[in-house]
């Protein structure tokens, strides 16, 4: 194992040990100091960060996309405290710190044994939506991204299971199959979507530019009739104090009208749909930029220059 996988495996274990043995107001404090200190060093992940941050707010001069990259890095770190603090969480603090929007829909479509399948941007927090879904709404199955070294992915994926998630990891020969099995028996998949991790997406228009996002949400509802709902998530401050998050569940994107058989009318009708759900995104994201977590490329200019 390199050394900076090592390293990167140890900070991990060690936030799970310690960060949730903190009290959550110092906890949160710690977190927007280490976010802070991340924001003025201004390495790598920052500077992409704002650079995805320059598409959504192009109007800010250089002063005020600096205050919105510190709002999204302290939104990012506190994503890092919460899921760290989660596995210790019981199901009241895990529901009560939620607001579920437009989820009636998607109740109904579960209750008549149709399956649901969800395009999610790195929005909020994934992983405080997917235990709440485990809890009142249905059980998650979902992909993880491979991440190296391997502990730390099992460690996520432990992480993940604990909280009642069933884990399906990315890059194995029968994802696809397995997501499809699920769905075809009415069940509940949400996929971060809004970067492609397979080379295998489609480009969309995404704040007037070119991006490349995964075709997996609107290719499995094409093949299974499952419905596609872009779902977004925002932090919002609890009234009593503290942070909660809010999960919207956006209207159905429904399968084109004339989709035409063959590979052709596929390919067609997958990119429409994603552009669909890509729009749905975008506007979220511009209603809360500081919650979108993108720290990678995702705009086909930028990802023309290289490695992800």
Known sequence: MAWRERAALEVYRLGWALVRRLPERPAYRLFDLVADVAWWRAGPGVRRLEANLRRVRPQLDRSGLRGLSR???RSYLRYWCDT????????????????AVGDDSV???LDGGRGVVMFLGH????DHAGAWS??????VTTVAERLRPVQLFDEFVRFREHLGMTIVPLGGADVFRRLMSTLRDGGFVPLLADRDLTDGGVEVDFFGEPARMAVGPAAL???TRAALH????????????????????HDEVPVPDGVTRGAAGTRAAVAAMTQACADVLAGAIDEHPQDWHMLQKVFSADLAGGAR
């Not at 989660?86 to 009241?92: K, S």
């Not at 104090?241 to 999960?247: A, H, Q, R, S």
């Open 123 to 126: 929005l909020g927090n994934w």
């Open 230 to 249: 872009p779902v977004s998530i925002h932090s919002e401050r609890r009234p009593g104090g503290g942070w909660g998050i809010v999960v919207t569940w």
């Open 221 to 223: 509802a094409l093949q």
């Open 71 to 73: 709002a999204g890095m």
């Open 84 to 99: 760290f603090r989660l596995p210790d969480w019981d199901e009241r603090r895990i529901t009560e710190t939620v607001r």
């Open 107 to 109: 109740r109904a479509t």
């Open 134 to 139: 485990t809890l009142r709404l249905a059980p």
